[in-house]
Each structure stands twice: as structure tokens, then as C-alpha cells.
T-cell receptor, first 118, second 112 residues
């Protein structure tokens, strides 16, 4: 089936540094990638939508200069948290629509990245 | 604006019981509805996907129903097992775009 590989699975960084999260579609082409953030005991909230070869679309309230998204190829999308602060500590997860995910336009999710900013 | 609500927020039941998780959504203009499982600190596992034209989907001990007009879905788990303990998330994909809107989930604990 369709697989999205997300790395790293967890990362601890110092406040003020930047962290890059990668999501790769392994056996299909992901023209679109969705990036979500989940705080403890909260729902997944859509942050932004990246499309291959074009600028990402950010949801209201998400700082595009802080959360840089690059989708340079059909198999790779990256999210960079710039100048991270403790309040950015969260669980980040990517998702791509895939015709192979469930034979009915399902979505495949990465395994998530636990970011802790100290 | 689409809102997805899941009730209850948490549930503890003895092993072997059948149980129902509820999901409701405010805008019935959905493309599909999906149930996911999330283990602590882990990613999402898709359980069942129901297209807007379908009424239910079954996989093993799981059965999901969809009543689009009333904005409701249920996930039925038969003969619950301790391994079913996880958070179950309901998510809808809207007709107008590719966005998925998630509920906050139901934290399920099956008591051995």
C-alpha cells in the first residue's frame, strides 16, 4: 500500500534553533502534502498544504515565516520550524492523498515527529 | 465552518464488551469520513473509510456507519480486547477541498 515515511520520529532542540522534518512518499507520487500539528489531548490541526512546485497554503493563524514548507519534488515535502521556541513543542504529522491508500482516495499519514524545544 | 465532535472523550470498558464511539459533524457536504486509531506518541492508522454515498464499512471486529444527512457516524467495536486501547479519531474530508477536519478523539481503555 501507499507509504509516507516521516523523519525524524522525535527531536529535541534548543530554543532558537531550526528543525527540519521530512516526509517522503515511498511508492507513489504526492503532488499534495498536508501538515498537521497536535498538542497533547487535542485534535490534529491542519497547519498548511504544500503542492509540488508551488508555494504552500497556510491556515489562518499559522506563521508562514516560522513554519517553512518546501515541496520540491513529487516524493518529498519538508517542514522547517525556524527559531523554535518551547511553545512550538508538539507532534507534527504529514499526510498525502493517495489513490492507493484505500482504493477510494484515502489519505496516508506519516508516523509523526515529536518535537521538544528546551 | 466544519466542526467534528466525538463523544465520549474517554471510555473505559471491561474486556469482551461491545462498544460504540460517536462522531458528529456540522456540515453534511462531505466527500468521505475516516476513522483512525492513534497509539500514544504514534502516528495514525486508518481503520475504515466511508464514502459519502455509503452507509457503512466493516473490517473484522470493526463496523463504521455513516448518516450523512444527520451528520453522524458511529464506530462499533465488537468483543473488545486490551489491544484495542488507543485513541480513536474521526475525520471528514469536505466536498469543497481536500482538507481533512479531525475530531478530538475518544481515548479508549479496555480493562483486562
Amino acid at each position: 500500500g501507499a507509504v509516507v515515511s516521516q523523519h525524524p520520529s522525535w527531536v529535541i532542540c534548543k530554543s532558537g534553533t531550526s528543525v527540519k522534518i521530512e516526509c517522503r512518499s515511498l511508492d507513489f507520487q504526492a503532488t499534495t502534502m498536508f501538515w498537521y500539528r497536535q498538542f497533547p489531548k487535542q485534535s490534529l490541526m491542519l497547519m498548511a498544504t504544500s503542492n509540488e512546485g508551488s508555494k504552500a497554503t497556510y491556515e489562518q493563524g499559522v506563521e508562514k515565516d516560522k513554519f517553512l514548507i518546501n515541496h520540491a519534488s513529487l516524493t518529498l515535502s519538508t517542514l522547517t520550524v525556524t527559531s523554535a521556541h518551547p511553545e512550538d513543542s508538539s507532534f507534527y504529522i504529514c499526510s498525502a492523498p493517495s489513490l492507493r491508500a484505500a482504493a477510494n482516495y484515502g489519505y496516508t499519514f506519516g508516523s509523526g515527529t515529536r518535537l521538544t524545544v528546551v | 465552518k466544519q466542526e467534528v465532535t466525538q463523544i465520549p472523550a474517554a471510555l473505559s470498558v471491561p474486556e469482551g464488551e461491545n462498544l460504540v464511539l460517536n462522531c458528529s459533524f456540522t456540515d453534511s457536504a462531505i466527500y468521505n469520513l475516516q476513522w483512525f486509531r492513534q497509539d500514544p506518541g504514534k502516528g495514525l492508522t486508518s481503520l475504515l473509510l466511508i464514502q459519502s454515498s455509503q452507509r457503512e464499512q466493516t473490517s473484522g471486529r470493526l463496523n463504521a456507519s455513516l448518516d450523512k444527512s444527520s451528520g453522524r457516524s458511529t464506530l462499533y467495536i465488537a468483543a473488545s480486547q486490551p489491544g484495542d486501547s488507543a485513541t480513536y479519531l474521526c475525520a471528514v474530508r469536505e466536498d469543497r477541498d481536500d482538507k481533512i477536519i479531525f475530531g478530538k478523539g475518544t481515548r479508549l481503555h479496555i480493562l483486562p
